[in-house]
């Protein structure tokens, strides 16, 4: 049985970080920094406690990422406006990639989970800021590969625009994945930033027009995923810290707000969603430590158990915040009342993860990746289905039973019938925790969504 108990030290970080936030980053902080969603005098407290350097290589005894989650998660409790997570993931991909020095120059650098919307050419990383300016007007060509000769003597511009960046509309740089190499935007891109959204985030769509490019080819890749799966296992943590504090907030209101002689809470109607809620949390919160832990120590799994974090995480928060903010009545969706920023705020970073759908098709991809002889397990989950192969956005089974595809263009009547029955691909659409179940534990996926925690130690057992 796997043991997921905190250490001292871990207690201690857990500790010191959930009272500075509860200091610094209170409902009316939050309030404050809205629309944008970020508050530049949180960010200059977190580095003053060492994020994102915390997660630096460089340092003595640089955290790792059960103890980066645990910070997520105390991030997530106190709705923080600031890019503690995409900082660390982008602190931890310029490690890989052996330019931290771009992390030195003070300026804010976050992490754009998605792939920019276009890509073009190169042949090399830049290795300098002058050359990253003068490549501006170098022409764009269709995803040409690397030589050998290319790396070692040129350089080329990068181009596209990654799309809803988080923290892009204050961010200094961001690191980017533009379809064929790891890229990083030039201070001053232009950036367009909307004017509200569901909860903050500073929310941005960067230009890449010429972005340093810091590695291309596999190995790139390989690298860029490896971040995906840290900013999946932290932004699950984060959900789970926020479906926890918006379940508490309707548990104390429902022990307090009084119907017919007796607290609400004392109704069934009511108790067991908030119960079943609660559950569903602590199963989430369970598996983000999983998660961590095995990219920690380069489990195999670890790509599979991040997507799945993200799935169960948002689906827990997603919940939790709702049942909460029910238990208000209509309070709930007034203002006033703090519970709305934490429902807000679920659904915004669930939507940013691509939703539930998005990340049990990871998963799947995964648990199918490792049955092909010479697959790399992880490379290709963080590129949507969609773009990976187009006749997925019409068919969701085509990415994990390319056949359907073909016999779908000899019979028409195909493609419906693997849209209405999605067992025929293979999926597990209709039980999201099932995505991945051969990697895990089968058979445990219907347990889950009951008893999370049962689930875990039969599959860590």
Known sequence: MMDFSLTTDQLDLRAALTALLAEHSTPS?????????????LWTVLGDFGFPQLASAREANPAGLVELAIAARAAGVALASAPLIESVVATRLLDRLDRAELGDTGGLITFAPRPAAAGIARTTPATTETAETARTATARTAHATPTAAGIANTASAAGGVARTVPWGAVADRVLAWDGTGIVASRTGAAVDAPKQTLSGLALGHVDLTGAAVLAVGPEARRQFAEAVADWRVLTAAALAGIGAEGLRLGVEYAKSRHQFGRPIGTFQALAHQLA??????????????????????????????????????????????????HAHGGYGYTLEYDVQLYFRRAKALDLLT??????????????????????????????????????????????????????????????????QDPAATGTAERNPATAGAGELNPGAAEAAERKPGEHHEGRAA
């Open 354 to 419: 691509g939703g539930e759908r998005a990340a049990v098709d990871a998963a799947a991809d995964l648990a199918l990746a490792d049955h092909d002889e010479g697959a790399t397990t992880g490379t290709a989950s963080f590129i949507p289905a969609a773009e990976r192969n187009p006749a997925a956005e019409r068919n969701p089974g085509a990415e994990r039973n390319p056949g359907a595809v073909q016999a779908a263009q000899q019979n028409p009547a195909t493609a419906e019938d693997v849209e």
């Open 276 to 325: 079943d809620a609660a559950t569903l949390v602590d199963g989430a919160e369970l598996l983000v430590l999983e998660a961590a832990r095995a990219i920690d120590t380069g489990s195999p799994r670890r790509h599979g158990l991040a997507a799945m974090a993200a799935a169960f995480a948002g689906r827990a928060a997603r919940q939790a915040t709702d049942r909460a903010l």
């Open 29 to 41: 902080r939050v309030r404050a920094a809205e629309p944008l969603g970020f508050d530049a005098a």
